[in-house]
C-alpha cells in the first residue's frame, strides 16, 4: 500500500514540476480568465440594470467563471502531458516497472488537482483583492475549494482518457474549443432566467457547464443554495465518475506489459 | 509589375492551402458564428437595459462586432500561416525566388482580404437569417464592409511582422493577444455611454472603439464618427504595414 502511495506521491510531484517549469501552462490558466473576467465585468457591468438581476456586483457575478475556465486549462494541461509521455516513450519505460496503472492515472490527477486548487486560491485572491466577498463566509470558501478539486479531478480525468485514448497531444488540444463552446453557450454571462432568446436559454438549460457556474456562483453571490450545490457537485461528480472509469479502461491498452 | 506577379502567386498559394484545408477551413467560419450566437443570442436582454440607445435590435448590433473580429482574426490567421511557411522552410525559398519580395507581403495581405470575404458572406447570409436589422442604405452597409476590410489588412500586417520576425509557429499567442485584447477592450456588449470606469477609459482611447462604434452606426443608418473610423482604420493599416516591411527585412537578413 506504502509503495502505491509513494508511486503516486512521485508521479504527482513530476506533474506539478513538470507544469511549473512550464511558464505558459502556469500562466494561461491564471492570467487569460482574469483577462475574462476584467473585460467582462467592464462591459457587462450595465446588466446588473436588469430587473431580477441577482447582484449589484458583476464581478461577484461573474468570478465563478474562471474557475470552470481553470478546471478546461487543467483538462488541457493534464491531458496534453500524458499524451507527451505516451509519445515520447515514458509510458512505455514505465511499463517495464512495478509501477500499477492506477498509481500513474492517481499521481496525474494528483497534480492537476493541486493546480486546480493553486488556481481557485488566485482567483478568490482576486476577487477579495476587488471587493468581493462572498456571501457563504469562511464555511463557503472551503467547499469552492473543494469544490474546484472535484472539477479538476473531473476535466483532468476527461483530458487523461482522450490522451490514453488517443496518444497524441494534438487531438487533446482540439478538445478545448468544444470545452470552449460548452462555456460560451451556457449561464456564464447571465442568469438562464434573464436570457431573452428561447434557443439559447434551453441550450444553456440542458449544459451541464451552467450548473457548475452555478454552484460556485451561488456560493460567493447567494450563501447556501442546497439545489445548486446538489446540482454542480452531483454533475462534477459523475463526470468525474465517468472520465475515471473511460480513463481507467483505457490504460491497460496504452500500458501493455 | 513585378511585385504584383509575386503577390498574385502568393496569394493564389496562400488561398488554395487555406480553401483546401477543412482544418482551416471551418474553424475560420465556426468562430465567428460561435461568438454571433453567444453574444447576440445570450446576451440579447441587455438592449433593454436602461441608456441603451442602439436603434436597431440586439442581433444587428452585435453583428458588427462579429463581423470587425471576423475580419481582425482573418487577418491574425493568415499570419499563423506566414509563420509555417517559416517554420517549414517554404518562406526561405520564396525569399530567395521572388524578384520583388515586398510582393510577398502584398501576397499575403490580399490572401487575407480573400479568405476573409468568404468568411463575411457566410456571416452576412446567417446574419439575415437570423434576422439583423438594417437603417442603413446602399452606401452605409458597403462602408461598414471597407471598415472591415481595411481592419482585416492591418491585423494582417501586425501579424505578418511578428510571424517575419520570430518565424516560428510559436508566436501565434504574440499575433493573437493583442488583437484579442484591443477588441475586446472595445464597447462589445453595450455602447460606450454605458460603460462605466476604467473600462471607458481604456475605450475611449482605443482606436477600435472608433471603427466598431461607425460601423453601428452604419447598420443604423445614422452614420457617425465615419472620418475619425477611418481615419484609424487607415492609421493602423499604415503603421503595421511599415511593422511588416520591417519584419520582411529582418527575415532577409536572417537569410
Same mark, same amino acid.
Given at each position: 500500500?506504502?509503495t502505491?502511495?509513494d508511486q &503516486?506521491?512521485l508521479l504527482a510531484?513530476?506533474s506539478? &514540476?513538470r507544469?511549473?517549469r512550464?511558464?505558459a501552462n502556469?500562466?494561461?490558466?491564471l492570467?487569460f480568465?482574469?483577462m475574462?473576467?476584467?473585460v467582462n465585468?467592464?462591459g457587462?457591468?450595465?446588466?446588473?440594470?436588469l430587473?431580477?438581476f441577482p447582484?449589484?456586483?458583476? &464581478?461577484?457575478?461573474a468570478?465563478?467563471v474562471?474557475?470552470?475556465q481553470?478546471? !478546461?486549462?487543467?483538462?488541457?494541461?493534464?491531458g496534453?502531458?500524458l499524451?507527451?509521455?505516451i509519445?515520447t516513450?515514458?509510458?512505455?519505460? !514505465?511499463s517495464?516497472t512495478?509501477?500499477?496503472?492506477?498509481?500513474?492515472?492517481?499521481?496525474?490527477?494528483?497534480?492537476?488537482i493541486?493546480?486546480g486548487v493553486v488556481?481557485?486560491?488566485f482567483?478568490?485572491?482576486?476577487?477579495?483583492?476587488?471587493?468581493?466577498r462572498?456571501?457563504s463566509?469562511?464555511g463557503?470558501?472551503?467547499v469552492?475549494?473543494?469544490f474546484?478539486?472535484?472539477?479538476?479531478?473531473?476535466?483532468?480525468?476527461?483530458g487523461?482518457?482522450?490522451?490514453?485514448?488517443?496518444?497524441s497531444?494534438?487531438a487533446v488540444?482540439?478538445l478545448?474549443?468544444i470545452?470552449?463552446?460548452?462555456?460560451?453557450i451556457s449561464?456564464?454571462?447571465?442568469?438562464?432566467? !434573464?436570457?431573452?432568446?428561447?434557443w439559447f436559454?434551453?441550450?444553456?438549460?440542458?449544459?451541464?457547464?451552467?450548473?457548475l457556474?452555478?454552484? &460556485?456562483?451561488? !456560493?460567493i453571490?447567494?450563501?447556501?443554495?442546497?439545489?445548486?450545490?446538489a446540482l454542480?457537485f452531483g454533475?462534477a461528480?459523475?463526470?468525474a465518475?465517468?472520465a475515471l472509469?473511460?480513463?481507467g479502461?483505457?490504460?491497460?491498452?496504452?500500458l501493455?506489459? | 509589375m513585378?511585385?504584383?506577379t509575386?503577390?498574385?502567386a502568393?496569394a493564389?498559394r496562400?488561398?488554395?492551402?487555406?480553401f483546401?484545408?477543412?482544418a482551416?477551413?471551418i474553424?475560420?467560419?465556426?468562430?465567428?458564428?460561435?461568438f454571433?450566437?453567444?453574444?447576440a443570442g +445570450?446576451?440579447?436582454r441587455?438592449?433593454?437595459v436602461p441608456?441603451f440607445?442602439?436603434?436597431?435590435?440586439?442581433?444587428?448590433?452585435?453583428?458588427?462586432f462579429?463581423l470587425l473580429q471576423s475580419?481582425?482574426?482573418?487577418g491574425?490567421?493568415? +499570419?499563423?500561416? $506566414?509563420a509555417?511557411?517559416?517554420?517549414g522552410g517554404?518562406?526561405?525559398?520564396l525569399?530567395?525566388?521572388?524578384?520583388?519580395?515586398t510582393g $510577398?507581403v502584398?501576397?499575403?495581405?490580399a490572401?487575407?482580404? +480573400?479568405?476573409w470575404l468568404?468568411?463575411?458572406a457566410?456571416?452576412?447570409?446567417?446574419?439575415?437569417?437570423v434576422? $439583423?436589422?438594417?437603417?442603413g442604405?446602399?452606401?452605409?452597409?458597403?462602408a461598414?464592409y471597407?471598415?472591415?476590410a481595411?481592419l482585416?489588412?492591418a491585423?494582417?500586417?501586425?501579424?505578418c +511582422?511578428v510571424?517575419?520576425?520570430?518565424?516560428?509557429?510559436?508566436?501565434?499567442p504574440i499575433?493573437?493577444m493583442?488583437?484579442f485584447?484591443v477588441?475586446f477592450?472595445?464597447p462589445v456588449?453595450?455602447?460606450?455611454?454605458?460603460?462605466?470606469g476604467?473600462i471607458h477609459?481604456v475605450?475611449?482611447i482605443n482606436?477600435?472603439?472608433?471603427?466598431?462604434?461607425?460601423?453601428r452606426?452604419? $447598420?443604423?443608418?445614422?452614420p457617425?464618427?465615419v472620418?475619425a473610423?477611418?481615419g484609424a482604420?487607415v492609421?493602423?493599416?499604415?503603421?503595421?504595414s511599415v511593422?511588416?516591411?520591417?519584419?520582411l527585412?529582418?527575415?532577409?537578413a536572417?537569410?
Amino acid at each position: 500500500m506504502s509503495t502505491t502511495l509513494d508511486q &503516486v506521491v512521485l508521479l504527482a510531484r513530476r506533474s506539478v &514540476v513538470r507544469t511549473v517549469r512550464q511558464p505558459a501552462n502556469i500562466l494561461g490558466p491564471l492570467i487569460f480568465p482574469m483577462m475574462l473576467l476584467a473585460v467582462n465585468s467592464g462591459g457587462l457591468k450595465a446588466e446588473t440594470h436588469l430587473p431580477g438581476f441577482p447582484t449589484h456586483s458583476f &464581478v461577484a457575478f461573474a468570478l465563478a467563471v474562471p474557475f470552470i475556465q481553470g478546471a !478546461l486549462f487543467a483538462t488541457m494541461n493534464s491531458g496534453t502531458d500524458l499524451a507527451r509521455d505516451i509519445q515520447t516513450g515514458f509510458l512505455n519505460r !514505465l511499463s517495464l516497472t512495478p509501477m500499477r496503472g492506477a498509481a500513474l492515472l492517481a499521481g496525474q490527477l494528483g497534480g492537476a488537482i493541486t493546480l486546480g486548487v493553486v488556481q481557485a486560491c488566485f482567483y478568490l485572491a482576486v476577487g477579495l483583492a476587488v471587493g468581493v466577498r462572498p456571501a457563504s463566509g469562511v464555511g463557503g470558501v472551503f467547499v469552492l475549494l473543494l469544490f474546484s478539486a472535484l472539477i479538476a479531478l473531473a476535466f483532468g480525468a476527461a483530458g487523461s482518457f482522450a490522451a490514453l485514448k488517443t496518444g497524441s497531444g494534438e487531438a487533446v488540444q482540439s478538445l478545448f474549443p468544444i470545452f470552449f463552446v460548452f462555456l460560451f453557450i451556457s449561464s456564464m454571462n447571465i442568469p438562464r432566467n !434573464l436570457i431573452g432568446v428561447t434557443w439559447f436559454r434551453d441550450a444553456a438549460t440542458i449544459n451541464p457547464v451552467s450548473y457548475l457556474i452555478e454552484c &460556485v456562483r451561488s !456560493l460567493i453571490i447567494t450563501g447556501w443554495n442546497g439545489e445548486a450545490l446538489a446540482l454542480g457537485f452531483g454533475i462534477a461528480g459523475l463526470v468525474a465518475v465517468a472520465a475515471l472509469t473511460l480513463a481507467g479502461r483505457a490504460l491497460p491498452q496504452r500500458l501493455a506489459r | 509589375m513585378r511585385n504584383l506577379t509575386v503577390a498574385r502567386a502568393v496569394a493564389w498559394r496562400t488561398l488554395h492551402n487555406v480553401f483546401t484545408n477543412k482544418a482551416l477551413v471551418i474553424p475560420q467560419l465556426a468562430f465567428p458564428l460561435f461568438f454571433f450566437a453567444a453574444f447576440a443570442g +445570450g446576451l440579447s436582454r441587455i438592449h433593454n437595459v436602461p441608456g441603451f440607445d442602439f436603434p436597431e435590435n440586439y442581433t444587428s448590433f452585435q453583428f458588427v462586432f462579429v463581423l470587425l473580429q471576423s475580419a481582425a482574426f482573418g487577418g491574425v490567421f493568415t +499570419g499563423f500561416g $506566414i509563420a509555417r511557411d517559416f517554420e517549414g522552410g517554404f518562406a526561405k525559398r520564396l525569399l530567395l525566388a521572388a524578384p520583388h519580395r515586398t510582393g $510577398i507581403v502584398l501576397g499575403y495581405a490580399a490572401a487575407a482580404l +480573400g479568405r476573409w470575404l468568404v468568411t463575411a458572406a457566410f456571416l452576412t447570409v446567417v446574419g439575415f437569417a437570423v434576422g $439583423i436589422k438594417v437603417g442603413g442604405d446602399g452606401v452605409d452597409l458597403p462602408a461598414l464592409y471597407l471598415l472591415a476590410a481595411i481592419l482585416n489588412t492591418a491585423a494582417l500586417f501586425w501579424a505578418c +511582422g511578428v510571424a517575419m520576425r520570430l518565424r516560428t509557429m510559436q508566436a501565434g499567442p504574440i499575433m493573437q493577444m493583442p488583437v484579442f485584447l484591443v477588441l475586446f477592450f472595445a464597447p462589445v456588449y453595450v455602447p460606450l455611454n454605458l460603460l462605466n470606469g476604467w473600462i471607458h477609459d481604456v475605450a475611449v482611447i482605443n482606436p477600435v472603439t472608433r471603427i466598431l462604434e461607425a460601423g453601428r452606426s452604419f $447598420i443604423a443608418g445614422q452614420p457617425t464618427e465615419v472620418a475619425a473610423a477611418f481615419g484609424a482604420a487607415v492609421a493602423l493599416s499604415a503603421l503595421f504595414s511599415v511593422w511588416a516591411m520591417r519584419g520582411l527585412r529582418k527575415a532577409e537578413a536572417a537569410g
